[in-house]
């Protein structure tokens, strides 16, 4: 059964940075892209950031491009999110989440079968 357990969420000022880290278990880490999404109130869950199993690509939604940054370390079967110069409307809960498939580039949700319980970020300006 595949778990992934998501930390590093909380309350950061505008302009802060936050780390997140997902634990990931039950699964052949290698071989899977990772992503992260978010979930603001009111709001649908959106893309934030994918890389590929070997970490070789990443992708990124236009809003975080140049403040985020997707690592992947294969030996640690974990995922990070590096957050940088946070925006009030970075407001979110942020999940972990695996592809599907081994090898495959997923970036919507359909693509990615295991999800994380979701970490909370808030920023206030």
């Known amino acids: 059964q595949v778990q992934l357990v998501e930390s590093g969420g909380g309350l950061v000022q505008a302009g802060g940075s936050l780390r997140l880290s997902c634990a990931a278990s039950?699964?052949?880490?290698?071989?899977?892209?990772m992503g992260w999404f978010r979930q603001a109130p009111g709001k649908e869950r959106e893309f934030v950031a994918a890389?590929?199993?070997?970490?070789?690509?990443?992708y990124y939604r236009g809003s975080v491009k140049g403040r985020f940054t997707i690592s992947k370390d294969n030996a640690k079967t974990t995922v990070y999110l590096q957050m940088n110069s946070l925006k009030p409307e970075d407001t979110a809960v942020y999940y972990c989440?695996?592809?599907?498939?081994?090898?495959?580039?997923?970036?919507?949700?359909?693509?990615?079968?295991?999800w994380g319980q979701g970490t909370q970020v808030t920023v206030s300006s």
């Open positions: 989440a695996a592809e599907r498939r081994d090898y495959e580039m997923g970036r919507i949700e359909d693509d990615f079968g295991s």
């Open positions: 039950g699964l052949t880490f290698s071989t899977r892209t």
């Open positions: 890389i590929t199993w070997g970490g070789g690509n990443t």
